[in-house]
């Protein structure tokens, strides 16, 4: 019987880069995407599959499932869609262009490849398309607008799309990590750099005691609750090995607290504790 076969994005570091590993070491098929080519030329030479995709570039999104599927014969078992980036700062300073582009990486470069795949799940009569969100994707918090923003839009998405699979086969799962050991934060400086005119901005002064030190923070002490990637993996196995998988998985102690918040209280209390942190 042939390994399974299953594409991950984001596999550089952190999440995707675990998660390729340990389902290599299980003996699945792992195609290990990245958005740089240097990275997947490190993955080959590890000896991966690693298809070049950068969700903000559609010609990639196209040759790098076509590249798995002609390495499957056509046929893929599973898609964890993980590959995302973070842009912290205040809502009012965020431009246009800035939301645009972190949808781009974060909602539209993730549907665009995960629809390519559905017609191959539903031809083959099965499969699991696994989403990481996030506790942000549950609830909010102040300088993380724009990120939530699209793991909010995920969700959405993700919900639906579990409806209207329900006769197909495909499976569709929502993983929930919260605070978990990964580059995430350091690789979202450059999209701060990019697109926040913080020094003109009226919250300069927050900016300068609060979020840039925790930016640029060089020796980060573990946030709170903080879980290895092993955690998220664990979860992703999990979840591919059920042919009934939950409908959500959450990770860390923060998500279930987010959750909790979410179920019972109040907008106006959340606000209350979250104005705090």
């Known amino acids: 019987m042939s390994a399974r076969t299953i594409l991950i994005t984001g596999c550089s570091s952190g999440i995707g880069e675990h998660a390729a590993r340990s389902l290599r070491a299980q003996g699945w098929h792992v195609f290990a995407s990245c958005r740089q080519q240097a990275d997947c030329d ?3 030479a590890e000896g ?10 559609p010609a990639t999104i196209e040759t790098g499932l076509a590249e798995v ?3 499957t014969g056509g046929r893929l078992d599973a898609l964890f869609n993980n590959g995302a980036h973070g842009l912290s700062a205040a809502v009012e300073d965020l431009p246009v262009d800035a939301l645009r582009a972190i949808f781009e990486a974060n909602v539209f470069g993730w549907h665009d490849l995960t629809n390519r ?8 009569g099965h499969g699991h398309i696994v989403q990481c969100s996030s506790a942000l994707g549950l609830l909010y918090m102040k300088w993380r607008g724009a990120y939530a923003a699209t793991k909010h839009a995920i969700e959405a998405l993700s919900d639906t799309l579990r409806l209207e699979m329900r006769d197909t086969g495909i499976k569709v799962v929502i993983i929930e ?7 995430f934060r350091e690789k979202g400086v450059p999209y ?6 913080w020094q003109d901005s009226p919250r300069r002064a927050e900016y300068e005691t609060g979020l840039i030190p925790r ?9 709170r609750f903080e879980l290895p990637t092993q955690s998220v993996t664990d979860v992703l196995i999990k979840a591919l090995e059920s042919d009934d998988p939950n409908p959500r998985y959450y990770i860390t102690t923060a998500t279930y607290i987010v959750g909790y918040f979410r ?15």
């Open 69 to 71: 599927l002609e390495a």
């Open 215 to 223: 930016l640029y923070a060089k020796d980060k002490a573990p946030d």
């Open 192 to 197: 701060f750099e990019r697109w926040i005119n």
């Open 263 to 277: 179920r019972l209280l109040s907008t106006r209390m959340i606000d209350r504790i979250l104005g705090r942190v």
């Open 42 to 44: 490190r993955l080959i």
């Open 117 to 124: 795949i559905i017609p191959v799940m539903r031809a083959q």
């Open 48 to 57: 991966f599959d690693s298809p070049r995709i950068d969700y903000t570039d």
């Open 177 to 183: 990590p919260g605070p978990i050991t990964t580059p």
